[in-house]
């Protein structure tokens, strides 16, 4: 694409690391890279997936921030999910 609109110099570039997921393949859901974590009161369901394409690391970034921080949910369930992992390595 060539835009002069987006030919300019970007003062605060974007600089991301995306994390090592490596140790996520074998999960407590029997699907790798898909865990899954229930709260002791009932509630909803949520599902946080991330790396669809494969190129997107912010994702893979937030939820290697909620693993690593021990993340539970008090009600209901949430489960996270790495999704295109062979595009993403």
Known sequence: MND????????YPVELKAP???CYKNTNSGVDYILSFSGKNKGPHVFIS???HGNEPC???AIDWFLKNN???TNGK????FMNVEAYF
Request: no cysteine.
């Open 71 to 73: 993340f539970r949910p």
């Open 4 to 11: 002069p609109r987006l030919d300019y110099f970007n003062e």
């Open 59 to 61: 994702g893979a970034i």
């Open 50 to 52: 991330s790396i669809v």
């Open 20 to 22: 090592d997921i490596t």
């Open 78 to 81: 949430i489960s996270f999910g």
